[in-house]
């Protein structure tokens, strides 16, 4: 089956600082990738996405390339705000939605 | 801007209670998933809709939970009766489309986060 996995948190980092989340991927044929963020007590929402290899999805400084080759889609951005602290999910789609276990993300000022 | 709905925003229950979840996607959107977020963990699938067909409750503990969506619309998700290890965010997400190609992403309601006391 589908699986994905995430490098393990909690992740603390000074602010302007640059962040890398690690994801790789497990999965038959070409799934869409995505990155989803969730603030404390609510739903998830939708970062940023890639359909196809090579293809780099970006959103709000954040961004993320498909690596079919190393089947990884690591989230990357290069100076971190206090407002970023939240947890991030990697996540993998071919028809079923399957996430990572999430990351925590602490901003210090 | 269009949101999938979930209602209650929160629920205390009691052990061996019944208690039941409500969500409404974006209108258009033909996929339903029910996901089960247990703190500190990813979302979980139990249930997928198409329509008002079930696509996939492999994860969906059939004993005490149940998923419909009559009128391939709204949908509810129950559980009876309730046990404490229950406790957890349920989520309800929706997308327009799915396929070999390009899948759209799915968006969340805010979910309902349940305590079995």
């Known amino acids: 089956g589908n699986s994905v996995t995430q490098m393990e948190g909690p992740v603390t980092l000074s602010e302007e600082a640059f962040l890398t989340i690690n994801c790789t991927y497990t999965?038959?044929?070409?799934?869409?990738l995505f990155w989803y963020v969730q603030y404390p007590g609510e739903g998830l929402q939708l970062l940023l996405k890639?359909?196809?290899?090579?293809d780099k999805g970006s959103n709000k400084g954040f961004e993320a390339t498909y690596r079919k080759e190393t089947t990884s889609f690591h989230l990357e951005k290069g100076s971190v705000q206090v407002s970023d602290s939240a947890v991030y999910f990697c996540?993998?789609?071919?028809?079923?939605?399957?996430f990572g276990s999430g990351t925590q993300l602490t901003v210090l000022p | 801007e269009a949101e999938v709905a979930q209602s209650p925003r929160y629920k205390i229950t009691e052990k061996s209670q019944a208690v039941a979840f409500w969500c409404d996607p974006i209108?258009?959107?033909?996929?339903l998933y029910w996901y089960r977020q247990i703190l500190g963990q990813g979302p979980e699938l139990l249930v997928q809709?198409?329509?008002?067909?079930?696509?996939?409750d492999s994860q969906l503990p059939k004993d005490r939970f149940s998923a419909e969506r009559l009128k391939g619309v709204d949908s509810t998700l129950k559980i009876q009766p309730a046990e404490l290890g229950d406790s957890a965010m349920y989520l309800c997400?929706?997308?327009?489309?799915?396929?070999?190609?390009?899948?759209?992403?799915?968006?969340f309601g805010q979910g309902t986060r349940l305590t079995v006391v």
């Open positions: 997400a929706s997308r327009r489309y799915i396929g070999t190609v390009g899948e759209t992403e799915a968006f």
């Open positions: 999965a038959t044929g070409y799934p869409s």
């Open positions: 890639a359909t196809k290899a090579d």
């Open positions: 996540a993998l789609s071919d028809g079923q939605l399957t």
């Open positions: 209108s258009g959107h033909a996929t």
């Open positions: 809709f198409q329509d008002e067909s079930v696509v996939d």
